[in-house]
C-alpha cells in the first residue's frame, strides 16, 4: 500500500484480556519495527523484523507481548494477560534497504480499564 | 548503548520567528545516523529531517535545517519562519549504521512547540 497501515486506530479492552495490534507495511518493505509510546514520551523500541524473523526483541517488556510476521509482510502484536500499565499507543514502522527512511503508521491507541 | 537527551521539554515561538530545539545524543558508533520527526497531535510520525554522521554539511529541507555539532554530539533542529501548523511534538532520534542487526531508532523524550500569532 501507500503507507503504513495500522488496525484498529482504538481498542478499549478489561484487564486481563488478550489483544492483536496489526501493522501492514508498505509494499516491498522488508523491515518493520514495533514503538510503544506512552503519554508524554517518546517512542520506545519493542521488536524488529527483518523479512519474517525477529532480528531483535530486546525492547519487548515481559513474556506478555509476543509479536509474529510469518509472511514477511503483515505484522501482528499480541499482548496476553493485558494490564492498566499496557496503556499506550502503539507504533509500527517499515523500511527498505539499509540508509533508507522509516515510514510510521497512525498508530493503535490500546487503553486497558 | 544509544541515548538522546531533549531538554526543553516545551517552547515558544511566535509566527515568523525561527527557533531552534536543542538535541544532545551519546554513542560509541563512529557510524550513526540522525533524525527529527514532527508528531501533531492527531499522532502520525512525520519525518523532517536526516544528518548521517559522516555528512559535511548540515542538512536542510525547506524551512528546516539541522545544526550537526559532532564534537559537541548536538544535532539542534532549526526552524525558519514558523507557522501555525508547526505547532506539534518534535523528537530527535539516532540509529546506528551498516551494524548486522541493530538498526533501530532511539528516541528522545521530545519537545512540544507551540506558535503563537
Not at chain 1, 9 to 25: A, H, I, M, Q, W
Not at chain 1, 69 to 83: A, F
Not at chain 1, 108 to 113: G, K
Request: charged content about 20%.
Amino acid at each position: 500500500g501507500a503507507g503504513v497501515s495500522q488496525t484498529p486506530s482504538n481498542k478499549v479492552t478489561e484487564k486481563g484480556k488478550y489483544v492483536e495490534l496489526r501493522c501492514d507495511p508498505i509494499s516491498g518493505h522488508t523491515a518493520l519495527y514495533w514503538y510503544r509510546q506512552s503519554l508524554g514520551q517518546g517512542p520506545e523500541f519493542l521488536i524488529y523484523f527483518q523479512g519474517t524473523g525477529a532480528a531483535d526483541d530486546s525492547g519487548l517488556p515481559n513474556d506478555r507481548f509476543f509479536a509474529v510476521r510469518p509472511e514477511g509482510s503483515v505484522s501482528t502484536l499480541k499482548i496476553q494477560r493485558t494490564e492498566r500499565g499496557d496503556s499506550a499507543v502503539y507504533l509500527c514502522a517499515s523500511s527498505g534497504p539499509a540508509g533508507s527512511g522509516y515510514t510510521f503508521g497512525s498508530g493503535t491507541r490500546l487503553t486497558v480499564v | 548503548a544509544q541515548k538522546i537527551t531533549q531538554t526543553q521539554p516545551g517552547m515558544f515561538v511566535q509566527e515568523k520567528e525561527a527557533v531552534t530545539l536543542d538535541c544532545t545524543y551519546d554513542t560509541s558508533d563512529q557510524s550513526y545516523g540522525l533524525f527529527w520527526y514532527k508528531q501533531p497531535s492527531s499522532g502520525e510520525m512525520i519525518f523532517l529531517i536526516y544528518q548521517g554522521s559522516y555528512d559535511e554539511q548540515n542538512a536542510t529541507e525547506g524551512r528546516y535545517s539541522l545544526n550537526f555539532q559532532k564534537a559537541r554530539k548536538s544535532a539542534n533542529l532549526v526552524i525558519s519562519a514558523s507557522q501555525l501548523g508547526d505547532s506539534a511534538m518534535y523528537f530527535c532520534a539516532m540509529r546506528e549504521l551498516y551494524t548486522g542487526t541493530a538498526s533501530k531508532l532511539t528516541f528522545g523524550t521530545g519537545t512540544r512547540l507551540q506558535v503563537t500569532l
